[in-house]
């Protein structure tokens, strides 16, 4: 079945009940929203139930999506929302706060958020590189599970997600300036991470 393209043909397919449209927004969105609910409730697994829990509310009001935002957007928003409620009733409590601008940041990439310098392994791609891929996926993969609660939302949202900035600020409940210093943040701890394999 070829994907089903824009937010409001989703949801036209959802509202119907098309199973396979839910099939494949869930494996489009299912593994990062528990990356980001892992963050806010410190637990892998209560961040699937509260996974579990975000995607039940988004079936059951599908009807309500007024496009205010995008549909990852709003199923984002339910999750963090229901992360940030579980947490408070564990006595966890998570602040998405990057503590201001930090401009020190900057000489590692430039203007348009991308890497001054490639890591070596990025340069050309060889059979040798190939394999050293899932190596390399691994530890990225572990390098984003380690970051903060914040960091770890904004690089999910915003770099694997590719939701636009204003939308993730709207979903954490932060200013444009405190994402950007997270999303840079976390992209120097994965990068180091990329670093350290490359020695």
């Known amino acids: 079945m070829p994907g089903i393209g ?55 009001h599908i009807a309500g999506f ?4 995008s549909l990852a957007g709003w199923i984002f928003t339910i999750l963090v929302n229901r992360a940030r409620s579980r947490a408070r009733v564990e006595g966890r409590s998570v602040s998405f706060d990057a ?35 899932r190596r390399m996926l691994d530890v990225v993969t572990a390098a ?11 690089m999910v949202l915003r770099g694997q997600q590719g939701l636009e900035a204003e939308e993730v600020c709207a979903i954490l409940g932060i200013n444009e300036g405190n994402m950007r210093v997270m999303l840079h943040r976390a992209r120097l701890a994965v990068r180091a991470a990329i670093d350290r394999l490359e020695r």
């Open 6 to 60: 824009s937010d409001r043909e989703q949801v036209r397919a959802l509202i119907a009940g098309d199973r396979a449209a839910f099939a494949q927004l869930f494996r489009q969105h299912n593994a990062a929203m528990v990356r980001v609910a892992t963050g806010i409730t410190g637990s892998r697994a209560v961040a699937e139930e509260v996974t579990q829990d975000a995607w039940v509310a988004v079936l059951k």
């Open 66 to 69: 007024e496009e205010r935002s």
């Open 99 to 133: 503590g201001g601008e930090d401009n020190s940041l900057a000489a590692a990439f430039d203007g348009r958020g991308h890497w001054k310098d490639t890591p070596a392994l990025w340069e050309e791609i060889t059979p040798d590189r190939i394999v050293a891929g």
């Open 144 to 154: 984003i599970e380690a970051l903060p609660p914040g960091q770890r939302a904004v």
